[in-house]
Nanobody, 122 residues
Framework: QVQLVESGGGLVQAGGSLRLSCVLS????????MGWFRQAPGKEREFVAA???????VHADSVKGRFTISRGNLKNTVYLQMNVLKPEDTAVYYC????????????????WGQGTQVTVSS
């Protein structure tokens, strides 16, 4: 059974930083892509960033230059470094994984974590 567990969320002031982590366990599959999505109250879940097995990366325009996705050495951990946080970044952040190429669409991902809350105060 595949499991994704996020950590690192919390409350931070505008301009601050947080680092989210996500650990994939339960199945050892290579050639996976992992991503981060977020969902604010009353809004659709939206793409934030994704990383391919070969470490190719893509970031949403809204976070480009402020957020960076990366992987751990064992490839089963993904991080989201979030800098210069803004109140509009407030959301529940979800980690996701899929077998295959990097993707930005929510429907492309097969496995999801429970989410971690990020709150940015002004």
């Amino acid at each position: 059974q595949v499991q994704l567990v996020e950590s690192g969320g919390g409350l931070v002031q505008a301009g601050g930083s947080l680092r989210l982590s996500c650990v994939l366990s339960g199945r050892n599959f290579a050639n996976n892509a992992m991503g981060w999505f977020r969902q604010a109250p009353g809004k659709e879940r939206e793409f934030v960033a994704a990383i391919a097995w070969n470490d190719a990366r893509v970031h949403a325009d809204s976070v480009k230059g402020r957020f960076t996705i990366s992987r751990g050495n064992l490839k089963n951990t993904v991080y989201l470094q979030m800098n210069v946080l803004k109140p509009e970044d407030t959301a529940v952040y979800y980690c996701a994984a899929r077998i295959g190429a990097i993707a930005t669409m929510r429907s492309a991902y097969d496995y999801w974590g429970q989410g971690t809350q990020v709150t940015v105060s002004s």
